[in-house]
């Protein structure tokens, strides 16, 4: 019996993720399908369009079985520490076959033979990475500059401005660093590009296309065509929520702890240069997304400050996440959902893990020391956040739609009262 395992955000689910888990059942065979799912804040720095809980439904409509969710440690890490996160994970489930990826390359081959160099090491690679490093380059460019030298006969260059190369990459590293015995297996991406934010006529379009669509419309019924009706059926424009929405919360989070220029250096990801330009550009600050561009620099792009800034309204700390790298980085697995068909599957993953497996949070954390406990409380912390804003908005865009009922009763009732 085959098991295959997917590293998701789903934020949303669309027609593109259909594609893979319809892919992996059909092509490649695979009887249960797990997800490993990022909570409520995504690798790039944002929060998700909606809730961890929603996101899993999604998944268990369109073909997944089992789906855990991601530790927010590793859901809003770097792409090396999100994928070392996920893999750990779905390695110590302990039932895991194979690990299935989208990429735009496609090249499962080529991806294999970079990771296994950033893997190795080498000398030469090692060499190269710190010249373009101290020409200034940030790492993402000065690691692809350096695998491009090191790979001259293939193309290297477009596989590594390509995000989800990129994850493969890290992926089949963190397997390969492993010693796994999880196969890779990468699936060519349909559409547009990850980062592109055009709504077009095909039926495969990013997340990014979607949730740019979803934010500037009165409905959700321009995404109809791009996900499936199940998705469809969860998607409110009330509910939806993007960094700005935390601009208020994490401008006061910044104020209180602003006491000097190295003040958030203890931040995860962060460090004194980083620590320094948001002291200075902090009088400036207008909204989430608005300080993340000010803080923007050749060697810090926005994404990484977006990550950042999350990282400081979460309350997570480098000695935390370094201590999560140090213990093998997932300490457990906590069950979102599952599928009738995936019963099964949940039973074999609790007699075969080598890390407990959650069901009942509040319980755990009782249970919990250490890591294990510091980790779920980050968790349960960044859930917390995201429900209270989600709460807040909800509550203002429903009191600004019944103002307008009111508003448009009254007006009909004069027009009515006139004639």
Sequence with gaps: MKVTAVIAEYNPFHNGHLYQLHTIRTAEHADWIVVVLSGDFMQRGIPAIV????RCQMALANGADLVFELPV?????SAEYFAQGAVSLIDKLGVVDSLHFGSESGDLSLIQDCARLIASESIQYQSLLNVHLKQGCSFPAARSRA???LFPEKDTENLLNAPNNILGIEYVKALLQRNSAIKPATLARKGEGYASDVLDTDQFVSANALRTALRHAASAAAVK?????????????LDFLYSDDFSEILLYKLLRDASGKDAFAPYYDIGKQLSHTLYRQLPAFVSFEGFAMQCKTKNLTYTR???SLMHILLDMTQEHADALKQRD?????????FSSHGRDLLKSIKANASIPVVTKPVLALKQFDGTARMSL???LHAANIYDSIYQQKRRRLTGQASAILR???LTRQVITTNS
């Design 51 to 54: 809730d961890k809980y929603r």
């Design 407 to 409: 508003c448009n009763e």
């Design 225 to 237: 065509p791009h996900v499936p009706d199940t998705v469809y059926s969860l998607l409110s424009p």
């Design 73 to 77: 440690y590793f859901a809003l890490g």
């Design 305 to 307: 400050i977006c990550r």
């Design 147 to 149: 695998i491009a030298a």
């Design 377 to 379: 409380q980050a968790d």
């Design 329 to 337: 980085y997932t300490q457990y697995a906590r069950l979102l959902g």
